[in-house]
């Protein structure tokens, strides 16, 4: 075992010539120190928090090949090209691969010639990758998303059940396990079941400053969606999650019609249709991917400026997942969700008829209260995020409700007149929509309403000092609430809720959000290349659009995504330094040895302004 101080002298060496960074971040170095020691880790850190590094550079600095567990085949190959830029001799088994492929990686395994060896799950379930694994030199063992080991989480995959294996046969092999969202409770769900209970756990912090988060009052979403892009992302990358496949194709047809480069990607996609539409997504700038949830897991494009939700998440931890795909780099990015009346159905219909015992209904319904609760509330939308996750912080003044502070009012005789309502058509053995309830509230003799003769009911007319937008806000913040329930018929009927009496009798008082039409914008038109640019004079703006454009020559020559290259933070500092000479180029933060040596001439021709693509 290494003493700490030569554990910690090679690694850092290893971070400078391979990477090209100078020192660690936040807790890197004292997790790569617990494991290239030989101890146990369970990583929490957020998205573009640096997790890869926590196991990369110790599979480099202890003898023998990490091993590394991903649930992310079809980002194996990326993931294998990106290493390979850095010079790190890294390879995959999975299902997708012809059988010369996976016999050229094994024979390179076994010859303790691979750093990183990246394997599905389901592959550690084959008794000849066991035995391959002990006929070679495992460094360590790397758990990534280890989330999906949670029975109760929205990633949960079955084959991570039996990784409690690696311990048993591998009992002096480190393992570290790592996700970028997690409770406490999912936390230690992963330690109890991946056996990892001796491991030192890290739980770096959840705040990502870079994004600002904001939730709109949803009206025609998909206009509302381009209207974003046309004002503020204008020519930037981004993604937009929808929650069917059929929304997925007409919202991504929709922006293609109005100019925007979209693609669409779901379960029900042809898979090299899907493969096809990733991998533009990667490679070429300024692509729009409309997706489900299926899409994003280990997506490492540094340049997502914008994620954008057109129906509410199920949770907080998707929520936070999802939008953290958005400002790697530590840019200026935008988490933007539209939300309205019909999510809070819809989700509370979906929860009453699923499948699954009580136990299993109710966690469900807390996973969406906590998600409705960031929606509605009146204060810091940053500091209601990370409470979910245990730490406490202060208000951010970046998000809507700090720009935009929303009033609350005093919504107890609305709740009590709303609510009459229900109880006297369910008194006829009735129950409506809310569109019909409102129409009574505010008096309107609509033929519907003569029809059934509801204009006799007591209540009809009461509710004429609200607008039918604000008792639409009304009714969806007492489902929030749960102070009204949602029949499970399927017609989105509204009855009462067991703590609806609590309201009616005015043992309860309910304060609401005032509905606002408030729009926050903070950047302008600035698009993608406008934010990695900012600050830079003329000049260096020049430069830094000269070297983008031989970036973009050299990845497509070889066949990678623009950022293998490098980062547009790299060019950044280069065309601020402008160095002269490969000496000094070595010295900017991101260029490593082995990019150096491959990109470090064509770079320095091309600062100099007589550079191809090379």
């Excluded at 075992?1 to 960074?21: C, D, N």
């Excluded at 015992?357 to 929606?375: F, G, I, S």
């Excluded at 609200?466 to 949602?486: F, I, K, P």
Aim: hydrophobic share 40%.
């Amino acid at each position: 075992m290494l003493e700490p101080e030569a554990a910690l002298a090679a690694a850092a060496e290893v971070l400078r010539s391979v990477w090209g960074y100078d020192a660690f971040r936040g807790e890197q170095a004292e997790i790569i120190d617990t494991v290239v020691r030989g101890g146990d880790a369970l990583v929490l850190m957020p998205t573009g928090g640096g997790k890869s590094l926590c196991y990369q550079v110790p599979a480099l600095v202890r003898e023998g090949t990490g091993v590394v567990v991903s649930p992310l085949i079809a980002l194996m190959q990326d993931q294998v090209d990106a290493l390979s830029a850095l010079g790190v001799r890294a390879g995959f088994l999975n299902s997708t691969q012809q059988s010369f492929e996976r016999r050229k990686v094994e024979d390179a395994y076994l010859a303790g010639e691979l750093d990183l060896l990246y394997l599905a799950p389901e592959r550690l379930r084959v008794r000849e990758t066991i035995e391959l694994l002990d006929r070679g030199t495992v460094a360590l063992f790397a758990i990534d998303e280890a989330h999906c080991v949670s029975q109760w989480g929205h990633d949960f995959r079955p084959d991570y059940l039996q990784l409690s294996m690696l311990h048993e046969r591998w009992p002096e092999v480190p393992r570290i396990a790592l996700t970028a969202t997690a409770t406490e409770q999912t936390h230690a769900e992963i330690a109890q079941r991946l056996q990892l209970g001796d491991a030192k756990h890290f739980v770096a912090s959840f705040d990502r400053p870079n994004i600002q988060y904001r939730i709109a009052p949803k009206d025609k979403p998909r206009d509302q969606l381009l209207n974003l892009l046309r004002t503020e992302h204008e020519g930037d990358a981004g993604i937009v999650y929808c929650l069917s496949r059929n929304s997925v194709e007409q919202t991504a047809q929709f922006l293609v019609d109005h100019g925007v480069p979209a693609l669409p990607y779901h379960a029900g996609l042809d898979r090299q249709v899907r493969a096809r539409n990733q991998s533009r997504f990667l490679r070429e700038d300024g692509i729009v991917m409309v997706a489900t949830i299926a899409f994003g897991m280990g997506i490492d494009k540094p340049d997502v400026r914008f994620v954008a939700h057109l129906d509410l998440p199920k949770s907080v931890e998707g929520y936070y997942q999802e939008t953290g795909r958005a400002g790697r780099d530590g840019l200026p990015s935008t988490a933007w969700l539209a939300y309205g009346l019909a999510d809070v159905v819809q989700q509370r219909r979906m929860i009453d008829t699923s499948e699954g015992d009580a136990a299993h209904k109710r966690r469900l319904t807390a996973h969406l209260d906590a998600m409705l609760a960031l929606c509605e509330t009146v204060s810091c939308r940053r500091v209601q995020l990370l409470n979910y996750f245990g730490q406490p912080s202060q208000p951010c003044g970046n998000c809507d409700t700090c720009l935009t502070p929303p009033e609350s009012w005093d919504g107890t005789v609305a709740a009590q007149k709303l609510l009459s309502t229900v109880v006297r058509l369910e008194q006829r053995g009735q129950r409506y929509g809310v569109g019909h309830l409102v129409d009574i509230l505010r008096g309107k003799v609509t033929p519907r309403v003569t029809q059934l003769g509801h204009q006799d009911l007591s209540t009809f007319g009461v509710g004429q000092d609200l607008s039918d937008g604000e008792w639409r806000g009304v009714v969806r913040q007492l489902l929030a609430m749960e102070l009204l329930g949602v029949d499970t018929d399927g017609y989105g009927t509204l009855r009462l809720a067991p703590d609806s009496a609590d309201v009616l009798r005015g043992a309860r008082e309910v304060r609401l959000r005032r509905e606002t039409e408030k729009v926050v914008r903070t950047r302008g038109t600035r698009g993608a290349r406008a934010t990695a640019a900012a600050d830079l004079s003329d000049d260096a703006l020049e430069l830094f659009e000269v070297l983008r454009a031989w970036r973009a020559g050299v990845a497509k020559e070889q066949g990678v995504p623009a950022y293998v290259v490098f980062h547009d933070a790299t060019l950044r500092e280069v065309v601020t330094q402008k160095p002269t000479s490969l000496e000094a180029l070595g010295g900017i933060s991101g260029i490593g040895a082995a990019k150096l040596e491959r990109h470090g001439p064509g770079l320095l021709a091309a600062l100099a302004g007589v550079g191809e693509p090379a």
